[in-house]
């Protein structure tokens, strides 16, 4: 079936040091979206990129969605310890079904 | 700014009891979701609704579960008899359209099956 696998799991960093998370779709997405969900929070709308090799950003935030639109990425400069927390990708399957598929998530801890 | 809510915040139930979660949606939004997050896990898809009809759902929501739309503001989330395998944080969300734009979640309701 359709999955989106998102690594890595797990990430520990140095507050100060970058972070990149990926996620792989095994079909092709119409568009990808990316959450961030605190300890204890609910999920919470960072971004939306829909067209091929799309860019984007967000002050320490950058988005990436790839070429064939089957992969993207997140990559966070100079971490700080607000950015702790999961971060969740979301692909919207682009076949006829246009199922949200959620990757299993990133948990992000910064040492201070 | 609209904000989705839920209640209640937290429920503890026996195993075998019924719970219904509430959930109001963003007012002008047309599709309605619940998921779920067992501690520390990913977000599961439980179901989608639209037009006052399930648009879909997944292996998770079988027939002990039940949505309902029963007026024009709640959005809500029965699960019959409840398992201990049920306990989870239940996050509602809705947005304004089927397959794009930001999903509005709610800030959860868990549910302790004891």
């Known amino acids: 079936g359709q999955q989106v696998m998102q690594i890595p799991q797990y990430q520990h960093v140095q507050e100060g040091e970058d972070f990149t998370t990926y996620c792989n779709s095994s079909?092709?997405?119409?568009?990808i979206q990316w959450y961030k969900q605190r300890p204890g929070g609910h999920p919470v709308f960072l971004i939306q990129?829909?067209?091929s090799g799309e860019v984007k950003k967000q002050k320490r935030l950058t988005f990436q969605f790839g070429e064939a639109k089957k992969n993207s990425s997140l990559h966070i400069t100079a971490t700080q310890t607000t950015d702790v927390g999961t971060y969740f990708c979301?692909?919207?399957?682009?076949?006829?079904?246009?199922?949200?598929?959620w990757g299993l998530g990133t948990s992000l801890a910064v040492n201070p | 700014e609209p904000e989705v809510t839920q209640t209640p915040s937290h429920q503890v139930t026996q195993m075998g009891q019924e719970v219904i979660l509430r959930c109001v949606p963003i007012s002008n939004h047309l599709y309605f979701y619940w998921y779920r997050q067992i501690l520390g896990q990913k977000v599961e898809f439980l179901v989608s609704?639209?037009?006052?009809?399930?648009?879909?759902k997944s292996e998770i929501f079988d027939d002990q579960f039940s949505v309902e739309r029963p007026d024009g503001s709640n959005f809500t989330l029965k699960i019959r008899s409840t398992k201990l395998e049920d306990s989870a944080m239940y996050f509602c969300?809705?947005?304004?359209?089927?397959?794009?734009?930001?999903?509005?979640f709610g800030e959860g309701s868990r549910l302790t099956v004891l």
């Open positions: 979301a692909g919207v399957d682009a076949g006829n079904n246009r199922k949200l598929i």
């Open positions: 609704f639209y037009n006052n009809e399930i648009s879909e």
């Open positions: 079909t092709t997405l119409s568009n």
């Open positions: 990129l829909v067209k």
């Open positions: 969300a809705s947005r304004w359209q089927w397959d794009t734009g930001e999903l509005f």
